[in-house]
């Protein structure tokens, strides 16, 4: 199945969207994207396990997880969508499960450690609250508001991830915040859901196919990006109605 970690991710700001997935062999999670049959194609030659991924801009990419031999991969970045990858910083000493890129910071959830971290030149750190996390969103529009998914609901804080309030419902898998008034959601049944507010209020917009979420990413305000158990899911009218961009073999138990 699709790693439970790794966001699919898109160009950001560009009409057609190329997600970025990862193969079902275990133990590698391999990046992959559609080839023009939509048929799963191998980006670059790494065999690596991947976990954390966020799009910085046109072919830059941050990354986290497992190197093949074993241990953690710190944070890690590509300039050429994915094909090669150089190491930045924490290598051996953390695995950033959740990664986010907004407002020249790269935003992250260290999974060793249980804290969020921050830094803007991908060497030097800032050290964030302690908490039991799964993803994080940060707001477009104010690079202090941070979002945490936890068992609890949606822990929110306000001054860049240094605190969090307590978690509070709905429950979400996973959240992705592109554009101003459109924050998406999707909880662990695959509930799509929309805030307006900044995660005040919800409301549940559809049901991506395919079982239990994997990934989401919102390109924009209008075109979503879902992985599940069956694939990967496209949405461009807000997430009312999904087509399968990437089909992906489920494999129960990795």
Known sequence: MLSSRTPVRS????????PLTVDSACPSRRPFTPDAQGRPELVGDSKDDFMGFTVAGDKTFYASGHPISGGNKGLIKSTDAGRTWKSLSLSGESDFHALDFAHGTVYGYDSTHGQVRTTKDGVSWKDGARLEALDIAVSPQDPGLVLATTADGIARSTDGGRTFAKGEEPVM??????????????????GLHRSSDGGSTWKEVSTVPGGQPQALTAVDAEHVLAATQTGVYESKDGGNAFTRRLAVESNEGH
């Open 11 to 18: 160009h950001p700001g560009r009409g057609e969207a190329e």
């Open 173 to 190: 898998a996973f959240l992705s915040w592109a554009a101003k008034g459109a924050l998406y959601g999707i909880d662990t049944s695959g």
